[in-house]
């Protein structure tokens, strides 16, 4: 029976773990097509290869970072685990530079995979009293000339916005190729492959998808090449998006645009709030003249926001006071801001920065905010009371 085809507007959802190919003839040419590993291949040969579902979307990814690739994966450090290992090269593998203000898991990712396991030459680039003084990073640039340099748009959980237009004329007069993670950032704030990245990753769970249903990451790039050995890594690595979770990440896709711009503005009416609230010490916002980097966040960003995270600190006359005033407001608030070690949600929750990152920022009256999309006024409310 001929099969008909469907006159559908949204994007089919293909859960087949191998292709019908239907042919001697048609299989020699699906795997010899395979051996130059195109990003839309002509005759799908099996899921973890690619996936014509997770194509679709990552097409999406492509006109939101205006690349020429994306690729989707499983989680955020699954695309940092591609991102960084395109660059390795066995003995031949020249020093890598990492920014230390980076997200936790990367730093850990640093520590047990790529100096425990692989034995790489590893050198960060430590920020001192939130600013990041570019004159030690030439100098670690000059000597190290490291393969590529990688850092975060917005740092997690201090936001320091990093000043990457110096960053990144720095890095092309070193010959060092960029790599950043913008998952704070979003591509509604900054387009990082326009001014010169090689590669962008992003932790899809947040942001992207929005709703704290999906783990997912995506690496986009405008390199041909660099496209071709990704997803040769990809599908050996076996770092690959199943079709459901990339359907369902499609229909979120449509609405980020609108939803991050509601994070922003909220964030902004929330750290203007607390900023003059007498219980609260410090506030950290990129959007508050206050913060350490607001000129860099002002000259990246421009008017289209600050972003969604907000880390503020509880006063106290000392770490136990703050402590005991940090578990108060986060009992007050549980049952409309939860305590969940995640971000970039729809919903507004949020995370004490002393117990998750210890002796790397000892500060037990600090809360990471992730500012959802509710009204503005009643999460004020909410905060207000439980700061009493």
């Known amino acids: 029976m001929k099969k008909r085809s469907?006159?559908?507007?949204?994007?089919?959802?293909?859960?087949?773990?191998?292709?019908?190919?239907?042919?001697?003839?048609?299989t020699r040419e699906a795997f010899a097509e395979e051996a130059n590993h195109p990003h839309e291949p002509q005759n799908y040969i099996y899921s973890r290869y690619r996936n014509p579902t997770v194509v679709a979307v990552e097409k999406q990814i492509m006109a939101l970072e205006e690349s020429e690739w994306a690729l989707l994966v499983e989680t955020g450090m699954a695309a940092i685990d591609i991102a960084v290992s395109l660059f390795q090269k066995g003995k031949a593998t020249k020093p890598w530079l990492f920014f230390s203000e980076i997200y936790g898991g990367t730093n850990s990712f640093i520590?047990?995979?790529?100096i425990k396991r692989r034995g790489l030459d590893i050198h960060q680039f430590h920020a001192k009293n939130g600013i990041y003084n570019l004159k030690e990073l030439e100098?670690?640039?000059?000597?190290?000339?490291?393969?590529?340099?990688?850092?975060?748009a917005v740092s997690n959980p201090m936001l320091i916005v990093a000043n990457v237009s110096k960053i990144m004329a720095l890095a092309k007069k070193?010959?060092?190729?960029?790599?950043?993670?913008?998952?704070?950032?979003?591509?509604?704030?900054?387009?990082?492959?326009?001014?010169?990245?090689?590669?962008?990753?992003?932790?899809?769970?947040?942001?992207?998808?929005?709703?704290g249903d999906i783990t997912a990451g995506v690496i986009c790039g405008n390199n041909p090449e660099l496209l071709k050995e990704a997803i040769e890594y990809r599908k050996w690595a076996g770092h690959f998006l199943s079709p459901d979770d990339a359907h369902r990440l499609g229909d979120q896709l449509k609405t980020f645009t609108i939803r991050f711009q509601k994070h922003c503005s909220n964030a902004m009416e929330i750290a203007?709030?607390?900023?003059?609230?007498p219980m609260i010490e410090t506030v950290l916002y990129p959007g508050l003249k206050s913060h350490s980097t607001y000129q860099e966040a002002r000259a990246l960003f421009g008017d289209k926001g600050f972003g969604g995270m907000i880390t503020f600190d509880i006063k106290g006359s000392n770490d136990e006071e703050k402590r005991k005033?940090?578990?108060?407001?986060?009992?007050?608030?549980?049952?409309?801001?939860?305590?969940?070690?995640t971000l970039g949600e729809v919903d507004t929750i949020l995370l004490?920065?002393?117990?998750?990152?210890?002796?790397?920022?000892?500060m037990p009256g600090m809360i990471r905010l992730s500012v959802g999309i509710e009204d503005s006024r009643k999460l004020i409310e909410i905060i207000g009371k439980a700061l009493g």
């Open 6 to 26: 469907v006159n559908s507007s949204q994007t089919p959802l293909y859960r087949e773990a191998g292709f019908n190919l239907r042919d001697s003839q048609t």
């Open 111 to 114: 520590d047990s995979i790529l």
């Open 139 to 152: 100098d670690l640039l000059k000597t190290l000339q490291p393969e590529f340099l990688y850092f975060e």
């Open 174 to 211: 070193y010959n060092t190729k960029i790599i950043i993670d913008n998952t704070f950032g979003t591509p509604y704030l900054w387009q990082p492959l326009k001014d010169g990245a090689t590669l962008v990753i992003h932790s899809v769970t947040k942001y992207l998808s929005g709703h």
């Open 272 to 277: 203007r709030y607390l900023s003059a609230h």
């Open 325 to 341: 005033h940090t578990n108060a407001f986060i009992e007050a608030v549980k049952e409309h801001i939860p305590l969940v070690p």
């Open 352 to 362: 004490p920065i002393e117990p998750v990152w210890g002796t790397k920022y000892p």
